[in-house]
């Protein structure tokens, strides 16, 4: 079998020698560029993407066939590029994420001891109320008790009159109500003495308790309902019980009747300092002064001393 060229008409024996002589015969070439199957004999056939040369125009546009793969390639490569970029601001926002999360634990941990401190300070906000409500209830009782001791020693003294005197005493009875008109303080300022004025508070105290508090089976009518407080209470004339805060009451209605006689005592006192000249002088007047100003002042000494002769435990 022989194979001709479809240019030249020659005959070869085998194809592989009519291809080589296609590539290579000088006339045959001639004859391949006048009918037009190349422009040109020798690199005439270029590739539009990678400017390769060839000889003839088949051969150039099969290449550019799988020349158009390279450009393929290329947009592959871009395409991988993106991916790449995007692969790491994906991780950067992973990384991100990540300290999110740290700083929203940190947060709750945060919140979660506020709300601790904040269950503290609901506890502790409770406690005060509990003991501010005991604290009331406390007052109230020892108010309502006091009331109740004397309503019962009163029906007491209406039915057992003969009661001594001493055991309504020590039971802090308010057996009938106060008197502290004018009159009644009159006369005891005439009681008054120069001994009471010299034992100051002590001495006013038991003035008081004798000449104005106590009636006339020397009954106790004026009582201490609050030790800590320095609180009396007494009745008065309609019946009702009258708290005494400091005993402010009974201080207003002596004070007045009684400082004429504070002078006089004063006086007495100075004058006999007067008689006895020696070195301690100013020290007995420093002492006659103290004196007359504590009896003056009926502050807080007079009203422990009060406390003292009108409480009971009971
Ligand atoms: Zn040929
Ligand atoms: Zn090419």
Redesign the pocket.
């Known amino acids: 079998m022989s194979y001709q ?1 479809e ?2 008409s ?1 005959f070869f024996m085998s194809k592989s020698s009519l291809n080589s ?2 590539l290579k ?1 000088k006339y ?1 070439l001639e ?1 391949q560029k006048n009918i037009g199957a190349i422009s040109e004999i020798k690199g005439s056939e270029l590739c539009i993407h990678c400017s390769k040369e060839f000889l003839r125009k088949d051969q150039r546009q099969t290449h550019e066939l799988s020349c158009n793969q390279i450009e393929i390639n290329e947009y592959r490569k871009t395409i991988q590029t993106r991916d790449d970029t995007i692969a790491q601001l994906m991780n950067e926002l992973k990384i991100s994420n990540d300290k999110l999360d740290l700083i929203s634990k940190d947060l709750k941990i945060s919140n979660d001891k506020l709300c601790n401190t904040l269950t503290d300070l609901k506890v502790a906000n409770n406690n005060v109320e509990i003991y501010k409500k005991i604290s009331d209830e406390k007052d109230t009782l020892i108010v309502k008790l006091s009331t109740e001791k004397s309503v019962v020693n009163n029906t007491n003294c209406n039915n057992t009159s003969s009661s001594s005197s001493s055991s309504n005493r020590q039971n802090n009875i308010i057996m009938g109500h106060l008197d502290l008109s004018s009159e009644k303080i009159k006369l005891a300022v005439e009681s008054y003495s120069l001994e009471h004025y010299n034992r100051a508070s002590a001495g006013l105290a038991d003035w008081c308790i004798d000449n104005l508090l106590t009636d006339n089976d020397n009954n106790l009518q004026y009582i201490c309902s609050d030790k800590n407080r320095r609180c009396f209470q007494f009745k008065t004339e309609s019946g009702d019980i009258v708290s005494d805060p400091n005993a402010d009451k009974l201080k207003s209605a002596i004070k007045p009747m009684l400082s004429d006689r504070l002078r006089i005592h004063k006086k007495i006192n100075f004058s006999k300092i007067g008689d006895e000249s020696d070195d301690e002088d100013s020290t007995k007047s420093d002492l006659c002064i103290q004196i007359h100003n504590e009896n003056k002042t009926m502050g807080v000494e007079f009203e422990k001393e009060l406390v003292k002769k009108t409480y009971s435990k009971k």
Do not use: S
């Open positions: 060229c240019f030249c020659k002589h296609k015969a045959c004859i």
